[in-house]
């Protein structure tokens, strides 16, 4: 009878071990996982205020003390054998003799005997321990890898599968990932079931990181861009592993062809971003952009090397505007609509110190809005947001007012730009005619110098030349006075 209601006790106090009685004895089961703190219940009355306590564990065929504790106080640590058990002496007064075992391994797995002084009933306790572990360390993207699920001692219970809080369609010990993507990655859990009663019995996890591109996860990734905004494209490998070459391609959607890049996209410098970012940004981007766009690399751990690669889809987005009779039609127009479902019109006004305030105009599956031109206020837009389901994709925004507004304000600066366009050519005219000269003058000074020899043979000629025709001249003046004189003489 006391018997019983000891047992009942159990059960109250522990929930989650099992409990079986035979006889004499209470056998009880606990799992944990391993890694954690392992309780192992026993919970007796005895007839001494400090009764000697001792644990001990079927190791092979023999019994083996675990943990000791005499009517004097003293306590005995086992050195080799579940070297981290011990019983806490604070729950003693209440007749909790648990032990306690941190940390516990796979190998501390197995059945334990709790003996205390006084008490009549025989207390096992079968720890197990649930340990989830991945055939390899480290897995790459494309290999294989196995999940196994370990219960030491095995029991004959059920398993569940669950990766990161999704059920997994197995009950199997061990799963079998052929080609591993990021899908993959997320903690891994382990769920054991009493195969009869139903009940969850104990649970084990662990993390699996998948190496190769973090980011996108997969080649369904789709950015939206507006025509002449910034977009950037992006590609993380998982740091850690050596990334021996990375690209990007632009490929045609029609023929997997690699095509020519967008004149705004540039690769982020790897001085500026860490060595595992290859994000790419477009600048500026065109209509002509839109597209499929592949980011590839090679990494390499332990001299095997694996390419990964990721597609994504570029999708460029703008808002065209018409108007007739009285009415202004804008139309949201995407490159490529197979996600949208439908779309929203709201107008943006702007208040007081730039306030932005957004009023819900029409949400259908229409990308057309119809407006009248009398509705069209002052320096307020239009914003497009399209979804897939309840799911936001994106937004295109279409200022009408503030771009006409611009435009006003850009006129007198452009004139005045002109302007200094036209004085700027004219004063570098000035100087180039000015150095055409100063050149021109140079040159003709180095001919001559090129030449000193003949400057003074023509100098010398020129004289002589001279000097002949002088002396020429006074000999015929001469003459001419002679006989001037001879007929004055004559006369
Ligand atoms: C705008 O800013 C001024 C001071 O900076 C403040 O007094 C005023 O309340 C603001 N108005 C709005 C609409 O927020
Ligand atoms: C449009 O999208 C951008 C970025 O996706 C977001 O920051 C912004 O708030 C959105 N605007 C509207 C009006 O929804």
Known sequence: ???????????????????????????????????????????????????????????????????????????????????????????FREGDYSLQIEAVREEDGGMYYCVVEGNIVDIKVMLRVIKVSFSAAEVLEGENLEVTCSITPQPNSKLEWKLSNSNIQASTKSLMLNTVSQKESGTWTCMVWHSVQRNLL?????????????????????????????VSLPCNFSDGLILNSSSWTKVSSKNSQPVALPSSFKMSSSLANPLWDRSALIESVEEADQGMYKCSGQMERADKKRSVERVIKLVTTRVLSSSRSGRLVLTCELSNTTDVTHYEWLRLDYGENATETLTPVQKSTSKVLDIRKSEVKDLSGWVCRFYAQQRLLGNVTYHQSIMSTLKVQSEPGSSKKIITVIGLCLLSLLVLLILLQLFKNHRRKKMIMQYPAMETIVHLAANERERRERSKAREKELKGCCSGEQKAETV
């Not at 159990?10 to 391993?34: D, M, T, W």
């Not at 993390?207 to 789709?222: C, E, F, I, W």
Request: aromatic content about 6%; proline content about 7%.
């Open 1 to 91: 009878m006391a018997q019983s209601v000891l047992n009942v006790q159990f059960l109250i106090l522990i929930a989650a071990p099992l409990a079986i009685s035979r006889g004499n004895s209470v056998e009880k089961e606990v799992f944990v996982e391993s890694g954690s703190v392992a309780v192992l219940p026993c919970l007796v009355s005895s007839p001494y205020s400090s009764p000697a306590i001792q644990w001990k564990k079927v190791i092979g065929n023999d019994l083996k003390t675990v943990w000791r504790r005499d009517r004097s106080g003293l306590e005995f640590r086992s050195v080799g054998k579940v070297p981290h058990a011990h019983c806490p002496k604070p729950n």
């Open 202 to 230: 104990g649970m084990s996890s662990a993390s699996l990181q998948v190496k190769g591109v973090l980011a996108p996860k997969d080649n369904h990734a789709v950015v939206y861009a507006e025509v002449g905004s910034s």
